[in-house]
């Protein structure tokens, strides 16, 4: 597959996806030199920060989410790549506002890496940190062995939960547990029917057979298993259901967050069956969709699929998620 | 014979440019299981080593001076897992120790240093196809050989190919290829590969 993309110099892509991003956005944040994304009403909080890490080339992840009631910093490295830890501890003095910051870390080997260097470097600093590593494709590892589950679409919550809970004034301490207490009851699948390519050398990733589609493909088309025929919506929506009600233990009677994210090259108009198809197969064994998005959070370049994202939701949880927030791709 | 500043700068330079020269194949090769930029992230590496031997030429650092700089500009390069592999890995080869000129037994712990900072970050073994199939049997190899500076920069440039073409028989256990599992097989692993080019360029350079 050959890349055809509206882009200039591939070395630049990064800088300049943010100079668009800011310049789009210029009431809500604000870019700082190290490609870190700043919320413009950081200067007068007074309660716990969010700051998070990752690549671009996942717009409007993760980036598109840095404003009030969402990310206070976003640090980002390259297409895919990972940041430096040195940026990471920058971004992280520039958030503390004396009541600690958040950290929230994909669980990507490269976002992983830079996260523990930078949690090395600001304990070192004193700094008033705690990390929380979102880790919730069900795809490539059991939930006992979690530390092999990679970060999908799920980091969006999080930020959305956790921004909610600091805005009340609750601790770092408080804060963290309750994001960590949403991402535990988290889960994700994705699924491709056709894959993208890297937007720096223009070379494919995950190529996929003419009639196929692969339940578990992770972020990047990283792939985790269950290629098959391509299905229809309704079958789709029920593998992909059952593996994540399964993955949650969710019981009859309980209410879920559900999020259908395009990842890229999926029509809006599939995503919205997609979440039709999801809710009835719901309803039928007795689960209630409380909260819910359709369409694009984090994308993967032009893969055509989407991420099915479920978390399990409590009173406290839905009003965190029902909180308002100001973002410029998402808004409450 | 004894390394100086102005042989670390022709044999750096010389890594160098076989990471430059080998962009696109370790691109090829990450483009199976990974994300197939691993030879933009060399090539940006590259660029830093060849900056920061500039600077060397016109400063007075002393070679863990030197080394501890270069670390830390590759580890904040932006280049996913590599950036702070690397980078952690050239940052270990600064002792404390420091010194202008370097003999045998200080360039073996040098080695077995960084090898130990990298332990610090990333629990990879040899077979869990990454780049430690190259760097642990280089550095092995590099401690078993006799104190002469070529003939130990010989076989770790050996044992570093040998490890790179064996990491093709493994299966992934870390990053993105890790859930293609069997598939991996037959494909070697891009971090092992640019590895040995860094071993490939110390010898050459050595020599030129």
């Known amino acids: 597959m050959r890349m055809k993309k509206f882009i200039n110099d591939p070395a630049n892509l990064t800088k300049e996806v943010l100079e668009g991003l800011a310049l789009a956005n210029s009431d809500l944040i604000e870019l700082h030199p190290n490609n870190i994304v700043v919320n413009k009403k950081l200067k007068d909080a007074d309660r716990v920060t969010i700051v998070t890490l990752g690549g671009a080339g996942h717009e409007p992840a993760l980036s598109g989410f840095v404003g009030e009631g969402m990310l206070d910093v976003s640090v980002v490295g390259d297409i895919f790549a990972a940041p430096g830890p040195q940026a990471c501890v920058e971004a992280i003095k520039l958030a503390d506002k004396g009541k600690g910051v958040l950290f929230i870390v994909l669980n990507h080997a490269g976002d992983m890496l830079t996260g523990n260097l930078t949690m090395k470097e600001v304990k070192k600093l004193g700094l008033n940190v705690r990390k929380v590593v979102t880790q919730e494709d069900v795809s490539n590892a059991p939930r006992s062995n979690a530390d092999d589950r990679r970060g999908l679409v799920g980091c969006v919550a999080v930020y959305k939960i956790a921004a909610a809970a600091a805005k009340e004034g609750k601790s770092l301490e408080e804060v963290a547990a309750i994001a960590q207490r949403f991402a535990d009851n988290m889960a994700t699948l994705a699924v491709a029917v056709r894959g993208a390519t890297h937007p720096s050398t223009g070379s494919p990733i995950a190529e996929m057979g003419e009639d196929d589609m692969e339940i578990g493909m992770g972020q990047h088309g990283e792939g985790g298993g269950g290629r098959q025929l391509l299905k229809t919506a309704k079958e789709t929506a029920a593998i992909m259901a059952n593996g994540l009600v399964k993955d949650l233990d969710l019981k009859k009677g309980e209410k879920i967050l559900l999020f259908i994210n395009g990842t890229g090259a999926t029509t809006l108009m599939e995503q919205l069956i997609i979440y039709r198809d999801t809710v009835a197969y719901l309803k039928n064994i007795g689960i209630e969709v409380v909260a819910n998005n359709v369409g694009e959070l984090l994308t993967v370049q032009e893969q055509a699929g989407f991420q099915m994202f479920m978390a399990r939701m409590d009173d406290e949880m839905l009003a965190y998620w029902n909180a308002p927030c100001y973002t410029p791709y998402y808004k409450k | ?208």
């Open chain 2, 1 to 208: 014979m004894n390394l100086e500043k102005s042989h670390w700068v022709k044999m750096l330079r010389r890594v160098a440019t076989h990471l430059h020269e080998n962009k696109l194949y370790l691109s090829e090769i990450d483009s199976k299981f990974g994300d197939g930029d691993h030879g933009v992230t060399m090539n940006k590496i590259a660029d830093v080593i060849e900056s920061t031997c500039d600077l060397w030429l016109t400063n007075d650092w002393t070679i863990a001076e030197y080394f501890s700089e270069l670390g830390d500009r590759i580890t904040n390069i932006s280049g996913g897992s590599a950036g702070p592999l690397y980078g952690t890995f050239f940052s270990g080869l600064a002792l404390e120790e420091s010194q202008s000129v370097c003999d045998a037994s200080y360039l073996k712990r040098m080695l077995n240093h960084g090898l130990e900072e990298l332990q610090t970050i990333t629990n990879a073994k040899v077979g869990d196809k990454t780049m430690m199939d190259a760097l642990i049997p280089a550095i092995d190899a590099a401690t078993s050989s006799p104190d002469d500076i070529r003939i130990l920069l010989h076989n770790a440039r050996d044992a570093a190919i040998e490890g790179a073409k064996a990491s093709e028989h493994f299966i992934s256990r870390f990053g993105r290829a890790k859930s293609y599992k069997e598939a991996t097989i037959g494909t070697p692993d891009a971090g092992a590969v640019s590895c040995s080019y860094i071993f490939i360029g110390l010898y050459e350079g050595l020599l030129s």
